[in-house]
């Protein structure tokens, strides 16, 4: 086998000698003769010799090309071929002077190693990185290593005991395997060196990750449906180029033209999803600060792919867990962490998850229906879990129902997704049949209610559903089956929008007790309060700044449910852009220009409370500065429903020939600042369908003064004194009052984290704009109110 290999090596330098490299032509580069070019003989022809397989032809700089999209800026096309635009920089405008540009490239890869000079070959860019190396060996007389993946380089290196490997260059790593060689024939070490490596992968202990799919999760959809994880920072092109981080960060101030940034979260992220994670690796995918929403297990190598518009780097990924979960403490920031060495943490994120949330439990080795009812004769969406149907084969007319065969051959236990058709064409529930055809009637069970239905042009959207029959051709389809491939793709869908099977049964208790901890308020207050939301159902949070208002909203909520349950909590900020169409349902603009109905954040939160199969358990939709929007034009007819008297009223709504209503179960709370003055007086319409309750600043509160007693500090006590009284001046004023005064919360304080800068910093940059806003026209009053406070720190 040697001896073949040594024969093939030879053969392909009879047919691509050295000194041909500067006259070799783009044809011959691309394809002479199908399945014999130069770029064929380096990838395909010399496997043997060591592989490149993966990614895509843009490793070859440039390539000819049949169907390709051409939407990506970072490259260019003719109508033959493609290359990147970056060869621009080397003065290139066309295919042609791409070439050359490839070709010059490599044939100095080819010249320095025959001239055994590995920082040459290292410092070429033209080209990447395996390819640019598999050229290196191949006419390098043999002398190179046939092994081109730098991580596989790297962890050899690490095994064999070499310093400093880990941060060690492509070079660096070489020229250490071939010191270690000594006389042993290449493809005879390079056998070893594979069996080595194999023999470090089985033994290399899987690694844990904690992974940000996009912003605020905004990839984790694309990630569910194509089963990967995706990376950004698509302006540094193929990572697998980069050989040590120092190169990225050199890079990163590049391209982001920020010549002294450090980078060092970003270039480590970068580094570590293409170099330093494994297939078999842990993924915990994350939501902000909080939230996990699935685990899963990297099944690929890094891949980089010019074909898509954005997050161009990629792994394979198979999702096993997909919810929402309450992370154990507050997350990490950045887009990609290595948690491994954390093995408490890890182990309390393995905690989170149990056998229900696994896709495998969706039913994908049960067969897989898709059920579409008319919402005007029956619906699954307003039924509680557990409720059961008898659905007839034969129509009214005695005429078997479209699809018959399906329904004769469908079998209990099998999943079953419920389609409303007209007016709402959404999927509204999964089921299981729960009694086989008898040839007559077929029995079906609801066993999830879906908060966030799949909407008819979202099932149509998706390329793997585009054979279902009912897609195809709508009309008179009353029950058909999806194959495996169509199943698994429709509830990722399904399964990316309403993450959880079921309400998880424990959560963390919440009563008065704890409000009155958390939030300083007095127990008299707080009993007011609570009455006046249970009775109303609308109450507007009203008082000045650093009350804690929104800190209130969500854990008033949270008492009166008894428990911390986010799911039933939905909170939005109004501003003057705000519209009906955010709030409740309209059109909205779609990427090919046209335009379609979505529903707004109130109409899905509504929903999701009228479908609760439990009644009386109690939703709360929290709205921020609620005297900043348009609120006859935000609520629409919707101003009437959310009075008391009116829940379950229902009126038709104006975008969709749909009935809608308000659920008694809803709770609204809203916030406004007293002191902004910017602010008009809110709609009368809106004012008497809430009642406004006032939170005071929270000094006199025994949870605040007993804050301030475990502190101890004598400054932060004259400080505190001082701003009662002042709030006396400012409540007495009468261009003010008491609106005005200044709240508690800017000293509340993390105990760990005070100091005197710390509260340096709140009378500076906090309390002195504020005071010097409040006396605008008084400028020497409100330099002498901060001037008594500051002088209070001395």
């Not at 194509?226 to 920072?233: E, I, S, Y």
């Not at 896709?359 to 008319?374: C, F, P, Y």
């Not at 034009?633 to 020939?657: C, P, Q, V, W």
């Amino acid at each position: 086998m040697i001896t073949d290999r040594h024969q093939l090596y030879e053969s392909f330098l009879e047919r691509y000698p050295i000194d041909w490299l500067p006259q070799m032509t783009l044809q011959e580069y691309t394809d002479l003769v199908p399945n014999e070019s130069f770029c064929n003989w380096v990838e395909s022809k010399t496997e043997e010799l060591g592989s490149i397989w993966g990614s895509n032809a843009f490793k070859f700089g440039i390539f000819r090309y049949k169907n390709i999209e051409k939407s990506n800026p970072k490259i260019q096309y003719d109508d033959k071929y493609a290359w990147y635009t970056r060869y621009a920089r080397y003065g290139a405008s066309d295919a042609m002077e791409a070439f050359k540009k490839v070709r010059t490239a490599i044939a100095v890869v080819a010249t320095a190693a025959r001239n055994h000079d590995l920082d040459m070959i290292e410092s070429v860019d033209v080209i990447n990185g395996m390819y640019k190396w598999k050229i290196a060996f191949l006419y390098s007389d043999k002398w190179l290593i046939p092994i081109y993946k730098q991580e596989w380089l790297r962890d050899l290196c690490i095994n064999f005991g070499m310093d400093n490997a880990e941060k060690a260059g492509m070079s660096q790593l070489m020229k250490f395997l071939i010191e270690r060689r000594g006389d042993k024939d290449v493809f005879e070490y390079y056998d070893e060196l594979i069996a080595t490596l194999k023999k470090i992968q089985v033994d290399k202990p899987a690694k844990e990750w904690l992974y940000a799919p996009g912003e605020g999760a905004s990839q984790w959809e694309r990630c569910l449906r194509d089963g990967v994880m995706l990376l950004g920072w698509d302006d540094l092109g193929d990572y697998s180029r980069f050989t040590n981080r120092d190169e990225i960060v050199d890079e990163m101030r590049k391209v982001y033209d920020n010549p002294k940034g450090r980078f060092s979260n970003d270039s480590l992220a970068v580094w570590e999803f293409a170099k330093v994670m494994k297939p078999g690796d842990t993924v915990y995918a994350k939501k902000g600060l909080y939230k996990i929403v699935g685990r899963g297990i990297v099944e690929g190598e890094y891949e980089y792919n010019d074909d898509v518009d954005e997050y161009l780097s990629s792994r394979k990924v198979r999702w096993t867990d997909i919810g929402e979960w309450d992370s154990p403490q507050q997350l990490v920031q950045k887009t990609l962490t290595d948690i491994s060495k954390y093995p408490d943490y890890v182990e309390s994120l393995e905690g989170l998850f149990d056998e229900e949330s696994k896709i495998s439990d969706m039913g994908h080795n049960k067969r897989v229906w898709l059920l579409i009812a008319s919402p005007k004769t029956y619906t699954f969406a307003d039924k509680p879990v557990g409720a059961k149907q008898m659905w007839t084969l034969y129509n009214d007319n005695n005429r078997k129902r479209n699809v018959f065969t399906d329904m004769e051959a469908a079998k209990e236990g099998d999943i079953v997704v419920c389609y409303d058709s007209n007016p709402s064409k959404r999927i509204v529930a999964l089921a299981r049949v729960s009694k086989s055809s008898d040839g007559k009637e077929i029995e079906f069970e609801k066993i999830e209610t879906l908060f966030e239905p799949v909407t008819w042009q979202e099932m149509k959207d998706n390329e793997a559903l585009s054979e279902v029959r009912f897609i195809k051709s709508p009309m008179g389809v009353t029950f058909c089956g999806l194959s495996d491939d169509e199943a698994d793709s429709l509830l990722e869908m399904i399964r990316a929008k309403n993450p959880e099977l079921k309400q998880k049964d424990s959560k963390e208790l919440y009563l008065k007790e704890d409000f009155l901890q958390e939030v300083f308020m007095t127990e008299a207050h707080y009993d007011r309060l609570e009455s006046l939301l249970r009775t109303k159902q609308n109450v507007i949070l009203q008082g000045a700044p650093g009350v804690g208002k929104t800190y209130s909203a969500r854990r008033l909520a949270y008492s009166i449910m008894g428990e911390k349950d986010d799911s039933r909590i939905e909170m939005v900020q109004f501003h003057q852009n705000y519209s009906y169409e955010d709030f409740i349902m309209g059109f909205k603009p779609q990427e090919d220009g046209s335009f379609r109905i979505e529903e707004g954040r109130f109409y899905k939160f509504c929903k999701r409370a009228e479908l609760d199969p439990d009644p009386d358990r109690m939703y709360f939709f929290i709205i921020d500065e609620i005297n900043r929007g348009n609120l006859s034009k935000i609520f629409g007819e919707l101003l009437m429903l959310i009075e008391k008297d009116y829940r379950g009223y229902k009126l038709k709504l104006a975008y969709r020939d749909e009935e809608f209503s308000v659920p008694k179960n809803l709770y609204i709370i809203g916030m406004m600042n007293t002191a902004d003055r910017s602010l008009a007086m809110i709609d009368y319409a809106l004012r008497r369908r809430f009642s406004f309750f006032e939170i005071v600043p929270g000094f006199e509160s025994t949870g605040f003064r007993e804050m301030l007693d475990s502190f101890g500090n004598e400054r932060l006590n004259r400080v505190i004194a001082r701003i009662k009284e002042l709030n006396g001046i400012i409540e007495s004023d009468d261009s003010l009052g008491k609106g005005f005064c200044i709240g508690h919360s800017y000293f509340c304080f993390p105990k760990d984290d005070f100091d005197e800068m710390t509260l340096r910093n709140v009378i500076e940059y906090d309390i002195q704009p504020m005071l010097a806003e409040y006396w605008f026209d008084d400028p020497k009053k409100a330099a002498g109110e901060i001037r008594i406070l500051k002088d209070l720190l001395s």
